[in-house]
C-alpha cells in the first residue's frame, strides 16, 4: 500500500519488506514495478529475499521520503498532506 502513496513517512523503528515472496507469491497491484520505479536497481534485493528493511536503508533506499522519529509520523504525515491541499486549487476557484 505504501508504495501507492505519493509521499512516505515512516518511523525510525519501521520495518518494511515483502514477506510473501517468502511464500513464493509475487506482489500484487504492481508491486514489483512501482517499487522499481521509486528506487531503481536497488528495489530488487528486498523484493527478492523477503528480507525486511529498517528505517534507516528505507530512507537510503528511497523508499520513504521522510524518516522521524516514532512520535512525529503523524504530524508529519498530516504536515504533507496540509502542504499538498494548499496548493490544490479550491472548488470554489474553479
Known amino acids: 500500500m505504501a508504495l501507492a502513496a505519493d509521499r512516505r513517512v515512516a518511523g525510525r523503528s519501521v520495518k518494511m519488506g515483502f514477506p510473501e515472496v517468502k511464500r513464493g507469491w509475487v506482489g500484487g ?3 514489483s514495478q512501482m517499487l ?4 531503481g536497481g536497488q528495489a530488487m534485493r528486498p523484493f527478492v529475499t523477503g528480507e525486511p528493511v529498517d528505517g534507516e536503508e528505507a530512507y537510503r533506499l528511497g523508499l520513504v521520503e521522510f524518516l522521524v522519529d516514532d512520535t512525529e509520523v503523524e504530524p508529519t504525515a498530516r504536515a504533507c498532506a496540509d502542504k499538498s491541499r494548499a496548493t490544490a486549487p479550491s472548488r470554489h476557484s474553479l
Open 36 to 39: 522499481r520505479r521509486i528506487v
Open 29 to 31: 497491484d504492481g508491486a
